[in-house]
């Protein structure tokens, strides 16, 4: 990971920390890549409960409770999608706020109207969501560690950070 994830990672675990803020992630593209960023600071478990990495829609049904309909009507990479990754994360795991990520990391995956790069991040508390949808580009690597910083910067900015 660049400096740039590191250091929104760190801003980000301050302002958790300062507000007593408790966070959650549901993770597909990253595969784990965005809750270890976010624990990768020490003392991570007073604000971080925990990260879904639900890869297949199966696991996005069983853990995260996003209905069969929202997957068949929308597909797994769409902003409906996303949002209720980050809704059933925070129920989940029980925390203040929860961020999700979805997408196609490539080098295939791409469908009609969603290329390889195209990623959905969704950020939740409660009361209200912000979905996002992001377009990145590079290889692999590129589009998941694009995922992580957008995802931590989203979470960051969605909080009042600044």
Do not use: W
Request: proline share 2%.
């Amino acid at each position: 990971m660049n400096m740039n994830v590191e250091i929104m990672a760190d801003r980000l675990g301050l302002l958790l920390e300062q507000r007593q803020i408790t966070v959650a992630a549901a993770e597909s593209c990253t595969g784990g890549l965005l809750g270890g960023m976010i624990t990768a600071r020490a003392g991570a478990s007073v604000y971080f409960l925990g990260s879904a990495v639900t890869y297949v829609n199966s696991a996005k049904e069983k853990l995260l409770g996003v209905p069969t309909a929202v997957l068949a009507a929308h597909g797994a990479v769409s902003a409906e999608t996303a949002a209720s990754m980050a809704s059933g994360a925070r129920i989940l795991f029980g925390s203040d706020v929860a961020v999700s990520v979805t997408g196609i990391a490539g080098p295939g995956g791409a469908v009609l109207g969603k290329p390889v790069g195209t990623v959905f991040i969704s950020v939740a508390d409660g009361q209200r969501a912000e979905t996002r949808r992001y377009q990145f580009a590079g290889d692999r690597g590129a589009v998941r560690e694009q995922t992580v910083l957008t995802a931590i910067t989203q979470l960051y900015d969605f909080l009042g950070g600044a």
